[in-house]
């Protein structure tokens, strides 16, 4: 069966730089949500978007968009960033209230 | 969202039951417990979901005391690829757009 892909697997950015994480919900889930994981910690909530409109926000920072494109796709862009933004992105998708499946992350580090 | 609390850690043997509470005392009527599992570094997996009547799946069972202020997640035969952090998580549960709240969680170690 088909799963939520994200890209990249990795990524090694610096300080002060940008970075842009992708996801790829299964076909047909109408809803994607963005969870940050720091280092021992729970996921934590970012941000989702039900039919491409953005529709919960949790604890994202100003420095961070995102954006769910007419595909389904979404892309979590981050700016200006500080080495406390590393951590494992996971994407999640859902097309039921109960069951939100999860990607595989992305790791990011900020050296 | 109702605040659930869990025991740190459990070990259990390999093919034995695993039992993990969770107690949820302030839950409200339209309030669901969920059970999420993560596995190293990877994404959390749903395992079930169960509102006030016990539920069974290919996965686990869900025990939800009759005031629902705690369940119990019950593995039958643990292996150790159920070696993971379990999270009860409870949540309002008819809407498409809510976002999950993990807290706290057991390390279940299962152990040969």
């Known amino acids: 069966a088909a799963g939520v892909i994200q890209s990249p697997r990795h990524l090694i950015k610096e300080k002060r730089e940008t970075a842009t994480l992708k996801c790829y919900p299964i076909?047909?889930?109408?809803?994607v949500y963005w969870y940050q994981q720091g280092p021992g910690q729970d996921p934590q909530f970012l941000i989702s978007?039900?039919?491409?409109?953005?529709?919960d926000k949790g604890s994202i920072p100003d420095r961070f968009s995102a954006q769910q494109f007419s595909d389904y796709h979404s892309e979590l862009n981050m700016s200006s960033l500080e080495l406390g933004d590393s951590a494992l992105y996971f994407c999640a998708s859902s097309r039921t209230y109960y069951e939100q499946y999860f990607g595989p992350g992305t790791r990011l580090t900020v050296t | 969202d109702a605040k659930t609390t869990q025991p740190p850690s459990m070990d259990c043997a390999e093919g034995r039951a695993a039992n993990l509470p969770c107690n949820h005392s302030?839950?409200?009527?339209?309030?669901?417990v969920y059970w999420y599992r993560q596995i190293h570094s990877q994404g959390p997996q749903y395992i079930i979901h169960g509102l006030k009547n016990n539920e069974t799946n290919e996965m686990a069972s869900l025990i939800i005391t009759e005031d629902r202020k705690s369940s119990t997640l019950i593995l039958p035969h643990a292996t150790l690829r159920d070696t993971a952090v379990y999270y009860c998580?409870?949540?309002?549960?008819?809407?498409?757009?809510?976002?999950?709240?993990f807290g706290g969680g057991t390390r279940l170690m299962v152990k040969p």
């Open positions: 076909p047909r889930h109408d809803t």
């Open positions: 302030t839950i409200s009527g339209n309030e669901y």
């Open positions: 978007f039900y039919e491409k409109m953005q529709s």
């Open positions: 998580i409870v949540r309002v549960g008819n809407n498409a757009g809510n976002m999950l709240t």
